[in-house]
C-alpha cells in the first residue's frame, strides 16, 4: 500500500507532508509517495532529522489510496486529519476582520 | 466577581512571560518537544489532530461582558472566529499558532483570565453550578469556595504533580446542576441542623473508561475547615494513587481499591492530625472573598412581570422560551437566562465571535455585566428583569441565540470527537447534528420533555456520555465509527452510572436507534410528568433492548 510521511508543523501546529523535493506541503495530495515499506521508512528517518531540526513534531507514516481523485488517507482518523473537521465549523455570521479592542 | 490583587496580576503577568521565553527557546531549537511539551502544557496548549489547542480556564464558570469580549477578539485576531465551551466550563480554541500563544496569554491577563492548570497532572479549574450567585434555590452561593481553592491550588508546589488530573465542582442549591458525584471532590453546600452552611464532601466519582459515582465521605464540613480538609484528600492521593498505570491513576480507583469507608477514616485521620497547622480559614478571609461575589443590586420588582404574560399569550415561541429557558432568580421579579449553543442542527457548545459579543452586549444591558457557563455547554445571563424578557428575546432570535430547548432532547452534550481531538475514535458532533435535526425544535421535542443525551467520541468520556439519560459512545470497530448506547444515567444528585444497551450501532443506524429508544420511553410512560430518567428507573432496560434489538 503506498504510503505518505505527515507530521505537524512546529510553529503553528498545522498538518503537513514531506513533499517531493523534502518539504513540508500542507496538501496530502502534493506529498510524496512511498510504495514500500523500505522507503517510507526511509522517508521517517528524514522527518525525524526535520524533527530534530524543529521545523516539524511527532512525524508518522500515513497509508493513503490512489484513485481518480487523488490521494487520500485510508483510515478515517488520517483523512480528516488531510481534509479538516467533517463539519461545517466556520461561525454563520462569518469571520470578520479582527476588532480592533484598544481603537 | 473576584477582581485580580496586585499578587493575582503580577503572578499571571509573570508566567506569561515565563512561557513566552519558553516558546522562544522552543522555536530556536534551544528546547526540544520533550522538554517543551511539559511546559506547554502547563500553559494549556495541546497539540490536537489538525493545529494546537489552547484551553482557557474559566474560573467556576463565571465571565463578565468585558472577558467575554476578549475571547471573542481572540477568536477573531488569533483563531478561526470561534471557540468552543467545554464539559468543564472552560474554552477551547481549536487553531492557535504556538507562536501566537504567549500574545494570547497576554491579552487573556488584561481581563484577568489565564490557561494555568488546564492541563497536566494537577487540579483542574474548580467547577460550580451556572445559577451560582442567582437560583431562587440557592443555599449558598458556591463561587468564593471555588476561588478559595483555585487560589490555594494555583501551582501549589505539592500537587503540581499528582498521580493524575484532580477535578474539583462546588455545588450551592440542593439541585445538583455541576455533576457533583463524578467528580475526584464534589463539595455540596448544605445547611445544618443549627442552621450553619457548611460542605457535604463527595469523593471518588469520575467518567472515563472507569466510570464511579463518588461517595459521600462527610455530612457536614465546616466552611473554615475546607482547605484542611481538602488538604488531607490530597496528601493521602499524592502518596497512595497509582503511579504505575495511568488508567489505574485517578482517586476513583484508590476509593474503589481501599473502600469508600477506610478511605473515610484515614481522610479523618490526616485532616485530624493537620487540622490545625496553617489551613484553617479565618472568617475575615472567607468574609473578604465572599465580598467579591456580593450579588448585585437588583432594583425591587414586581413577583409576576405583565409583560411577559402578555407577549406569551400571543407569541407561542416566547413562551416557550420562557418556559424552557428561564429559571428562578432569588430575587422576585427576575430570572435567570440559558442561551443554548445549541441551535438545531449546530455544533455543541461552539460560539463564533460575533456570538460571543452580541451576548457579551446583551449581559451588560441586561445582567448586571455577567455570565456563566453552564456545563452542558451553553452560556447563562444570570440576572434578568422578567420586564426586560420580552426586549432580549427580540434581540437574540435574530442571532440564532433563541432556541428554547434547555434540557430538552437537542440540548446535547458533545465533545469535539474525532473531527478535532487526537484521542477520538469515532465522530460526536456530526451525530449531534443529525439528532437535533431528527427531533427539531418543535412541538415534538416538547413532547418529549426532560432529556439528556449525552456524545463522547472515545471512552475518556468528555462529552458525559455515562451520565446522560441516553448516552452515546463513539468508538471504532474494523476501521468504522461504531456507536455504544448506555441509557439510565444521570449527573445530578441521583447520580447514576448509564448501562449498556447491547451491541453498538453504525453511524447509519445510530440516529434510528435513539428515536426507537425515544418512542419507547413515549410509549411506556405513565403520562406527560414522567420523565425519561424516572420511567427508565421504573421499567428498567428491557423495553428499550426489545426496541433497539428486535425491531422488524
Known sequence: ?103 | MYRYDEFDKGFVAGRVEQFRDQVARRLSGELDEEQFKPLRLMNGVYLQLHAYMLRVAIPYGTLSSRQLRKLAFIARRYDRGYGHFTTRQNIQFNWPALADCPDILNELAEVEMHAIQTSGNCIRNVTADQFAGAGADEIEDPRPYAEILRQWSSLHPEYSFLPRKFKIAVNGAAKDRAALQVHDIGYQIVRNDRGETGFSVYLGGGQGRTPMVAHKIRDFLPKADLLAYTNAILRIYNLEGRRDNKYRARIKILVHEKGAEDIRAEVEREFVEHREDALTLPQAEIDRIRAYFAPPVLAKRAPISTAVEARKAKDSAFARFVAQNVAPHKAPGYGIVTISLKPIGGIPGDASAEWMEAIADLAETYSQDELRVAHEQNLVLPHVALDDLPLLFDRLAPLGLATANTGLVTDIIACPGLDYCALATARSIPIAQRLSERFGDGARAEEIGELKVNISGCINACGHHHVGHIGILGLEKSGTEAYQITLGGSADETCSIGEIAGRSFSSEEIVDAIEAVVDTYLKIRTDKSEDFLTAYRRVGMDPFKEALYERG
Open chain 1, 1 to 103: 500500500m503506498p504510503k505518505v510521511v505527515s507530521a505537524n508543523r512546529l510553529a503553528d501546529g498545522i498538518v503537513v507532508y514531506i513533499g517531493p523535493d523534502g518539504t513540508w506541503l500542507e496538501a496530502l495530495g502534493k506529498a510524496k509517495i512511498f510504495e514500500t515499506e523500505a522507503e517510507a521508512e526511509t522517508g521517517l528517518l528524514a522527518a525525524s532529522n526535520d524533527a530534530k531540526r524543529n521545523l516539524i513534531l511527532d512525524p508518522f507514516v500515513v497509508e493513503v489510496v490512489r484513485d481518480e481523485a487523488g490521494l487520500s488517507a485510508v483510515s478515517l482518523r488520517n483523512a480528516i486529519r488531510a481534509r479538516g473537521p467533517t463539519i461545517d465549523f466556520t461561525p454563520r455570521t462569518g469571520i470578520q476582520t479582527a476588532r480592533t479592542e484598544r481603537s
